[in-house]
């Protein structure tokens, strides 16, 4: 058997009001559009996916949120009912799919060999999470490749924002490992907003984009910065300028997704591609792309 690789990791945000905007069969609200740039900037997103030609996507997200230890999914097929908690208006979405539940406890067991407190989801009438959900419809609507999901321990909240990237950080290393063993193409997506500063009154008809812009001049400048470091594959700087960003623009990605991604990717110093970058109720999304099968062949074209 091959080795495994990682060929490829996307930033993709997880804001339901997106599903609500493409009236997908699959949810119930129906809308009159909105937030088209950063529904255009997963349709560019998924032709890179489509080149990528994944076996599997792995998916880290805050809204599958386990307390004690990193969970994963560990049933073969699972499907039901999934419906936001605040935006239950826009989002009651009927999902259906296929977990890659080997390689699933395959990261389970790495990582708990690595020394974090892990565990498998087994139960089958389970309801995925909006964030999970919101994810893979935009980057894949299909729901053709198994995926494998992954709770958000919520340790950078708990615990200092540097001892909770260590611990996104080993599960990056042993998430890479279980990938490489397995032989199989694997994508990452870090289900993560970015600012995510917000407001808290809703317009009388959600898809006026008239009403839609950033919450926070502060955090959307905080994003700016870090997206153009990432653009320029600066993941460096981007890390050690990771606890301010989080404090000052109260960015999402504290939950984990975003660190634990880079870590996987061995923190690739190649320019990230910028699909698009919205907002939606006033936080900041950015739908971002590391191909790093692309940069190994570049890379080697030059040598």
């Not at 894949?140 to 494998?148: F, H, K, Y």
Request: glycine share 8%.
């Amino acid at each position: 058997m091959s080795q495994g690789k990682i060929v490829g990791g996307f930033v993709a945000p997880h804001p339901p009001h997106l599903v609500y905007g493409e009236n997908p069969p699959q949810n119930e609200a129906r809308s009159e559009g909105g937030w088209e740039p950063l529904r255009w900037a997963y349709e560019r997103a998924r032709k890179s996916l489509e080149e990528m030609k994944p076996d599997v996507l792995l998916v880290h997200s805050p809204h599958w949120q386990t307390l004690v230890g990193h969970h994963f999914l560990g049933v073969p097929h699972l499907e039901g009912k999934s419906v936001d908690p605040i935006f239950s208006n826009l989002f009651r979405y009927k999902f259906s799919l296929d977990v890659d539940v080997e390689l699933a406890e395959a990261c389970c067991q790495e990582a708990a060999a690595m020394g974090l407190t892990t565990k498998m989801m087994r139960n089958p009438k389970f309801r995925v999470d909006y964030g999970t959900i919101t994810t893979l419809h935009m980057i894949r609507p299909q729901w053709d490749i198994p995926i494998v999901g992954i709770s958000a321990n919520n340790s950078p909240y708990y615990l200092s924002v540097d001892e909770g990237v260590e611990q996104m950080d080993t599960l990056g290393v042993a998430t890479r490992k279980a990938i490489e063993k397995s032989g199989k193409r694997a994508v990452l997506l870090a289900s993560n907003t970015f600012s995510h500063w917000h407001f808290h009154e809703e317009p009388d008809v959600p898809e006026d984009m008239s009403r839609e812009h950033p919450q926070s001049y502060e955090g959307y400048k905080w994003d700016m910065k870090m997206i153009e470091l990432m653009r320029q594959g600066n993941l460096k700087e981007v890390m050690r300028l990771f606890p301010e960003w989080v404090e000052e623009a109260f960015a999402e990605v504290k939950s984990g997704a975003f660190p634990w991604m880079l870590s996987a990717m061995g923190y690739p110093e190649i320019p990230a591609e910028l699909h698009g970058y919205g907002t939606v109720i006033g936080t900041g999304n950015a739908v971002m792309e590391w191909n790093l099968e692309k940069a190994e062949a570049r890379d080697a074209a030059v040598a």
